[in-house]
Antibody, heavy 120, light 111 residues
Framework: QVQLQESGPGLVKPSQTLSLTCTVS??????????WSWIRQHPGKALEWIAYIYYSGGTYYSPSLKSRVTISVDTSINQFSLKLSSVTAADTAVYYC????????????WGQGTLVTVSS | QSALTQPASVSGSPGQSITISCTGTSSDVGAYNYVSWYQQHPGKAPKLMIY???NRPSGVSSRFSGSKSDNTASLTISGLQAEDEADYYC???????????FGGGTKLTVL
């Protein structure tokens, strides 16, 4: 059973860059058939898709965040990462990494989530 | 404002059945059989309950079922149990450049 675990700072200052890493265990990012995604949830709000990446490097971004987001993958260490630049308080949220099924666009495995607070 | 519309809340008594709707457009729910449903308990990560409109992952109770008609997908939970109380989110692929859209979520209360 694949497992995902987010890691990164829980506090980021306004205007700085939020950086998170998702470590995948129990399966290989390179195995194909899946895409690797970041999803966030503002406190008390709905889920919001941010981006996903295929192991081959193909990327897709939410249009509303595209100008500030970079997603990358390192297959050698079975990790993928998120960078969100120029953060504001509006980026305070729980950030989840998740595995998506490429054939049917659903998310079948999720990390536990990590709360990132943007504050000075 | 979420791309897919769900009722903010639904409720039911133990043993009853409830249905949660998820209304989209001809660019998402109506166009593709790529609707999925997630259950989220407070402070926990979402859990996949239904994928590709009506398929249950291994380990998910048969009390959970999904369907779709035109631009509206539905999640039905039969034989409600206390542990079903949670937030539920629908999700769909979309041909618009956003690719992935979620519903606003529905809070299920088991009375």
């Amino acid at each position: 059973q694949v497992q995902l675990q987010e890691s990164g700072p829980g506090l980021v200052k306004p205007s700085q860059t939020l950086s998170l890493t998702c470590t995948v265990s129990g399966g290989s990012i390179s195995s194909g058939g899946h895409y690797w995604s970041w999803i966030r949830q503002h406190p008390g709000k709905a889920l919001e898709w941010i981006a996903y990446i295929y192991y081959s490097g193909g990327t897709y971004y939410s249009p509303s965040l595209k100008s500030r987001v970079t997603i990358s993958v390192d297959t050698s260490i079975n990790q993928f990462s998120l960078k969100l630049s120029s953060v504001t308080a509006a980026d305070t949220a729980v950030y989840y990494c998740a595995r998506g099924a490429a054939a049917a666009y659903y998310f079948d495995s999720w990390g536990q989530g990590t709360l990132v607070t943007v504050s000075s | 404002q979420s791309a897919l519309t769900q009722p903010a809340s639904v409720s039911g008594s133990p043993g009853q059945s409830i249905t949660i709707s998820c209304t989209g457009t001809s660019s998402d729910v109506g166009a593709y059989n790529y609707v999925s449903w997630y259950q989220q308990h407070p402070g926990k990560a979402p859990k996949l309950m239904i994928y590709a409109v009506s398929n249950r992952p291994s380990g998910v109770s048969s009390r959970f079922s999904g369907s779709k008609s035109d631009n509206t997908a539905s999640l039905t939970i039969s034989g409600l149990q206390a542990e079903d109380e949670a937030d539920y989110y629908c999700n769909s692929y979309t041909s618009r450049d956003i690719h992935v859209v979620f519903g606003g979520g529905t809070k299920l209360t088991v009375l």
